[in-house]
């Protein structure tokens, strides 16, 4: 029994760190936007943890926090998980995935494969509210590198709301 968690295991960290290029610990700094325009101020992106889900193959959540003086962001780890990409195609629903073609389609090359050398997970998403206010976010990967690219929270409250992006991350 103990065998098989092992080699699960081992599977689910060799296939994630081939369809994404990330690791738990790492530091990213990145410049901040508000709706577009460049706010001056740096921002960063702490992974706490990268895990496999039950969702489908080369499927995974992310867990991660945002750090940036703005007031009106989440400050606590948030968990984003990776999106299914074959809602489109025949085998879909007994046999779902995660991973794109580095070209953004799901055609072409096996989206099923172990191989994973054409293939990334392109965004991870998650929604938290809290009281009135909602928050959307958004990890994007670059699609060649397979590295995090982008975060994004979209805040809204029932009188405004913002889009704040954390961009040209660079891993420190």
């Known amino acids: 029994m103990n065998f098989k968690i092992i080699t699960a ?11 994404i290029k990330i690791q738990q610990g790492d530091l990213y700094l990145g410049q901040e936007t508000n709706n577009g ?4 101020e740096a921002c960063y992106v702490q992974i706490d943890s990268i895990e496999g889900n039950e969702k489908g193959k080369h ?9 940036s003086n703005r007031k009106d962001v989440l400050k606590d780890y948030i968990k984003a998980s990776s ?7 025949r085998e879909y629903p ?7 073609n580095i070209d ?13 050398t054409l293939l990334y997970n392109q965004v991870f998403v998650g929604m938290h509210k809290l009281r009135s ?3 959307d ?11 995090l690219a982008s975060a994004s929270f979209h805040i809204l409250k029932w009188h405004r709301k913002n889009h704040i992006r954390c961009v040209n991350l660079k891993k420190l």
């Open 59 to 67: 499927c995974f959540d992310i867990t991660w926090r945002f750090l």
């Open 9 to 19: 295991l081992l599977f689910l960290s060799s296939s994630f760190a081939q369809t």
């Open 83 to 89: 999106r299914i990409t074959n809602y489109h195609r």
């Open 133 to 135: 206010t909602q928050y």
């Open 94 to 100: 007994q046999l779902k995935t995660c991973a794109v």
């Open 137 to 147: 976010y958004i990890l994007s990967f670059n699609a060649h590198s397979k590295t």
């Open 37 to 40: 325009h460049q706010t001056g």
């Open 104 to 116: 953004g389609t799901t055609d072409g090359a096996d989206i099923y494969s172990e191989d994973t």
